[in-house]
């Protein structure tokens, strides 16, 4: 009886030994399952041209044969067919180009068909049909709100509605785009903008133009008609005191650990350079997004009893034994009243930003909505939160002397598009009145 359990026992042993093998070499040939298929981008229109991106995947026998095709009119044209000649690739990645013109294809409903078959024993197929809409009419744009005059280094807003949904759309200034924001307008899909205009912009030179593109990829630009009023930005020269570096450069060798054994002249060199431009990728990745819809009201508040110190646009040139060691231009305006002064926040907003910034030292950066920031730098001490809403004239802080400052003051910055602004039009009502509520 034992013999006879036993031969039982050995040959169930081998019969799943041999089901193992059977599956670790036939199992991913014999598999039933279907390959996957997804678009990288919503894909719902496709215009004159049209760039999208399908993933294929199939985690069992892999992926044998690709195919791409767009169907109108009930007539079928390949736009990709890719035969997969080695087993076992589990991914791939297919970038297509669709152009409305080489297809003879005309506005209209269209469907895409895209097939992916798998490398096992019953060709398992996948195929997804998405619906589109052939768009081949780029989308045009009516003017709401127009400008008539801007100052170098000042404000631009412009207000417009667009003939259809938009994918991508803003106000180029030469070639920095300044992204816009949907709002209703008259009950209107509508988008406003505010744009930064640099201060060596000239009639000349510069171009301003709104662009647009629509679902189906199609694009349009508009240029804006405008005066572009001159100013004068101050220019002057600051002495770099070896008291000033003793005193100062120590403190961003601490937060900086390759610039310990430099001396104090490299060290200013590079916050001047590499620190400063860092900070202000910093602070352009920070006002990426912003609240939807407008936070701030009325004219924009100054600090109390602060005498101004340097101004907007100001060109510095760091002097040092007589020799200049460095440029830079004023993003902002410095104010100063007595030693740790209250800080108000400028305008209502949400606080998208407390802490130590580079040469801006202890700062807190305000969301006042549709891409529209205000930066508090040099503080002593902070007194709000990131995420709180603040309402204007709220306590944010205390004045100070922190990062690159060489006495208590505030640096009060607008920020607009990701640029900075001159914030002197902000506390005028009547520049707000005649460039952005009227």
Same mark, same amino acid.
């Given at each position: 009886?034992?013999?006879?359990?036993?031969?039982?026992?050995? &040959?169930?042993?081998?019969?799943?030994?041999? !089901?193992?093998?059977?599956?670790?070499?036939?199992?991913?040939?014999?598999?039933?399952?279907?390959?996957?298929?997804?678009? !990288?981008?919503?894909?719902?229109?496709?215009?004159?041209?049209?760039?999208?991106?399908?993933?294929?995947?199939?985690?069992?026998?892999?992926?044998?044969?690709?195919?791409?095709?767009?169907?109108?009119?009930?007539?079928?044209?390949?736009?990709?067919?890719?035969?997969?000649?080695?087993?076992?690739?589990?991914?791939?990645?297919?970038? /297509?180009?669709?152009?409305?013109?080489?297809?003879?294809?005309?506005?209209?409903?269209?469907? /895409?068909?895209?097939?992916?078959?798998?490398?096992?024993?019953?060709?398992?197929?996948?195929?997804?049909?998405?619906? +589109?809409?052939?768009?081949?009419?780029?989308?045009?744009?009516?003017?709401?709100?127009?400008?008539?005059? +801007?100052?170098?280094?000042?404000?631009?807003?412009?207000?417009?509605?667009?003939?259809?949904?938009?994918?991508?759309?803003?106000?180029?200034?030469?070639?920095?785009?300044?992204?816009? %924001?949907?709002?209703?307008?008259?009950?209107?899909?509508?988008? &406003?903008?505010?744009?930064?205009?640099?201060?060596?912009?000239?009639?000349?030179?510069?171009?301003?133009?709104?662009?647009?593109?629509?679902?189906?990829?199609?694009?349009?630009?508009?240029?804006?008609?405008?005066?572009?009023?001159?100013?004068?930005?101050?220019?002057?020269?600051?002495?770099?005191? *070896?008291?000033?570096?003793?005193?100062?450069?120590?403190?961003?060798?601490?937060?900086?650990?390759?610039?310990?054994?430099?001396?104090?002249? *490299?060290?200013?060199?590079?916050?001047?350079?590499?620190?400063?431009?860092?900070?202000? /990728?910093?602070?352009?990745?920070?006002?990426?997004?912003?609240?939807?819809?407008? /936070?701030?009201?009325?004219?924009?508040?100054?600090?109390?009893?602060?005498?101004?110190?340097?101004?907007?646009?100001?060109?510095?040139?760091?002097?040092?034994?007589?020799?200049?060691?460095? *440029?830079?231009?004023?993003?902002?305006?410095?104010?100063?009243?007595?030693?740790?002064?209250?800080?108000?926040?400028?305008?209502?907003?949400?606080?998208?930003?407390?802490?130590?910034?580079?040469?801006?030292?202890?700062?807190?950066? &305000?969301? %006042?909505?549709?891409?529209?920031?205000?930066?508090?730098? %040099?503080?002593?001490?902070?007194?709000?939160?990131?995420?709180?809403?603040? !309402?204007?004239?709220?306590?944010?802080?205390?004045?100070?002397?922190?990062?690159?400052?060489?006495?208590?003051?505030?640096?009060?910055? &607008?920020?607009?598009?990701?640029?900075?602004?001159?914030?002197?039009?902000?506390?005028?009502?009547?520049?707000?009145?005649?460039?952005?509520?009227?």
């Amino acid at each position: 009886m034992k013999r006879f359990n036993l031969f039982y026992i050995k &040959i169930s042993i081998a019969i799943l030994i041999i !089901a193992a093998l059977g599956w670790f070499f036939f199992g991913s040939y014999v598999e039933l399952g279907k390959p996957a298929i997804k678009f !990288a981008q919503g894909v719902t229109a496709v215009g004159r041209q049209k760039t999208l991106e399908i993933n294929f995947s199939d985690s069992q026998s892999g992926l044998s044969h690709l195919n791409v095709e767009i169907i109108q009119d009930n007539k079928g044209q390949i736009l990709a067919d890719k035969i997969i000649s080695s087993k076992g690739t589990r991914k791939e990645r297919l970038p /297509l180009t669709i152009r409305a013109g080489q297809f003879n294809l005309h506005d209209g409903p269209a469907t /895409l068909k895209v097939t992916a078959t798998d490398y096992s024993l019953f060709k398992n197929k996948a195929v997804l049909s998405q619906p +589109i809409k052939i768009d081949t009419v780029p989308p045009q744009i009516n003017l709401v709100k127009n400008i008539n005059y +801007i100052n170098q280094g000042g404000t631009g807003f412009v207000a417009y509605q667009p003939s259809e949904a938009l994918s991508s759309t803003g106000v180029y200034i030469n070639n920095y785009l300044s992204p816009a %924001h949907a709002i209703l307008i008259d009950n209107k899909p509508s988008y &406003i903008t505010y744009f930064a205009l640099p201060m060596d912009a000239n009639k000349t030179t510069t171009r301003i133009m709104v662009f647009a593109r629509d679902e189906a990829g199609n694009e349009t630009t508009m240029s804006i008609p405008c005066v572009i009023k001159e100013k004068k930005f101050r220019a002057d020269k600051m002495n770099l005191s *070896e008291n000033f570096l003793q005193q100062k450069m120590p403190e961003f060798q601490a937060m900086v650990p390759s610039l310990q054994g430099k001396t104090s002249l *490299e060290v200013f060199s590079y916050i001047n350079s590499q620190m400063r431009n860092d900070n202000l /990728l910093t602070i352009q990745k920070i006002c990426q997004k912003s609240a939807s819809k407008e /936070l701030w009201e009325g004219t924009f508040l100054r600090m109390k009893d602060g005498a101004p110190m340097a101004l907007f646009g100001d060109k510095r040139s760091y002097m040092y034994n007589g020799k200049v060691v460095g *440029e830079s231009i004023h993003s902002g305006v410095d104010l100063a009243s007595n030693a740790r002064s209250p800080i108000e926040a400028s305008n209502k907003g949400i606080v998208v930003f407390t802490g130590a910034l580079g040469i801006y030292g202890n700062a807190v950066i &305000i969301d %006042h909505g549709l891409g529209m920031f205000s930066l508090y730098g %040099h503080l002593s001490s902070i007194d709000t939160t990131v995420g709180k809403n603040v !309402a204007k004239g709220e306590i944010i802080g205390l004045s100070g002397m922190s990062g690159l400052a060489g006495g208590d003051h505030l640096h009060f910055s &607008i920020i607009v598009g990701g640029q900075f602004v001159d914030p002197k039009e902000w506390w005028d009502p009547h520049w707000i009145k005649d460039n952005i509520t009227r």
